[in-house]
């Protein structure tokens, strides 16, 4: 249960899904997990009508069982330690056309550090065989996941971008952006990928950072993860277009080129590392929200740009008042956004 100022948020790791509640139930459920039913009707901080609908809230959404006192002990707490084999476990890289590190030291670096996903960025408008030409070094790589943003090229097709996927296994989604039309090319039947056009441009690095409930992600891997370290940061890595490396494209802080510094040294760097650690129970606002441990954090656009540990510019929740509103319209967030110049308002 994740306490909020106004309510809190039980979060069914196993089933996924969260249910708002409020605060004299999560109070209740506070007494009942050191007491009996008996005992907490008994000792009266909590009333009985408050019980009863407790005790038919949790078994009534399978959330427990009425158990005697005897078999309680055969229900140990959830484990919630967060690991992962791997120091890196994502990577963002941004190409353009001038884009000339050495892909292939790149991909077998990042297997290595054990790098399961990637993302690629292909801001210019490459033909499909200079894409080709840069995922070949990421074929036989044990590399799990590719996920491919490119500039639409006119003279390419539909079937030229579902035969790349088709190439390279790898790919899980291929999003063809600056399209003239938004449109899904893969079938409903289509295999374990989607390529789709996409009719915007898409602003990588000021894009980012958004947080919405559609986004939230109730995982025990995401939960617990959060619960030590920063969830959107924790052991990712990227190199921009110019083969900077960073923690994250959008952040200002850089850790030299891939050029003259490997990846392994960097993620291994104690100032790399340090803010894998930001929490939300260190981030002002987010600290109270009841959100906070499915939610999806961002340092790089931050409500007061000079307070490293103020909340996500681009939230618009509040959970003063459990409402959300549209982040971008918030007059309050108009001097950050100057800031960063995100040009929204
Ligand atoms: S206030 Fe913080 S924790 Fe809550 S939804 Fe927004 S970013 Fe997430």
Aim: hydrophobic fraction near 40%; aromatic fraction near 10%; proline fraction near 3%.
């Amino acid at each position: 249960m994740v306490k909020g100022v106004k309510r809190s948020l039980l979060c069914d790791l196993q089933n996924e899904i969260s249910y708002y509640v409020p605060s004299d139930i999560s109070h209740a459920i506070d007494v009942l997990q050191a007491h009996s039913i008996a005992e907490t009707k008994e000792l009266n901080l909590v009333s009985a009508k408050i019980i009863d609908s407790t005790i038919e809230f949790i078994v009534t959404n399978n959330l427990g069982h009425l158990l005697s006192r005897q078999s309680i002990n055969k229900f140990p707490d959830i484990n919630l330690e967060w690991d992962y084999p791997a120091e890196i476990t994502n990577c963002i890289i941004d190409i353009n056309r001038n884009s000339d590190f050495d892909f292939s030291k790149i991909f077998l670096e990042l297997e290595s550090l054990g790098c399961q996903d990637l993302q690629l960025r292909i801001e210019d408008s490459l033909f499909i065989h200079e894409i080709e030409n840069i995922l070949k070094y990421a074929d036989g790589r044990m590399l799990k996941s590719i996920q491919l943003y490119v500039a639409n090229n006119s003279s390419e097709s539909d079937e030229g971008y579902i035969g790349l996927v088709a190439k390279f296994p790898r790919i899980t989604n291929l999003f063809v952006f600056n399209s003239l039309l938004s449109k899904v090319l893969t079938p409903d039947t289509a295999p374990a990928y989607t390529v789709a056009r996409i009719a915007d441009r898409i602003d990588f690095k000021r894009g980012c950072g958004i947080v919405h409930p559609d986004w939230f992600v109730t995982t025990m891997e995401h939960f617990t993860e959060s619960l030590k370290f920063n969830t959107c940061l924790n052991r990712k890595i990227s190199i921009d277009e110019n083969g900077v490396i960073r923690n994250c494209p959008s952040l200002g802080t850089s850790f030299g080129n891939v050029k003259s510094v490997t990846l392994t040294e960097v993620a291994r760097m104690r100032e790399f590392r340090k803010i894998w650690k930001v929490t939300k129970s260190e981030i002002e606002i987010c600290q109270l929200c009841e959100f906070r441990h499915i939610c999806t954090d961002c340092r790089a656009f931050l409500e007061e740009p000079q307070n490293v540990r103020s909340k996500p510019l681009k939230c618009g929740y509040d959970p003063y008042t459990n409402q959300w509103s549209e982040w971008s319209k918030n007059p309050l967030k108009l001097k950050a956004m100057d800031f960063y110049e995100l040009g929204l308002a």
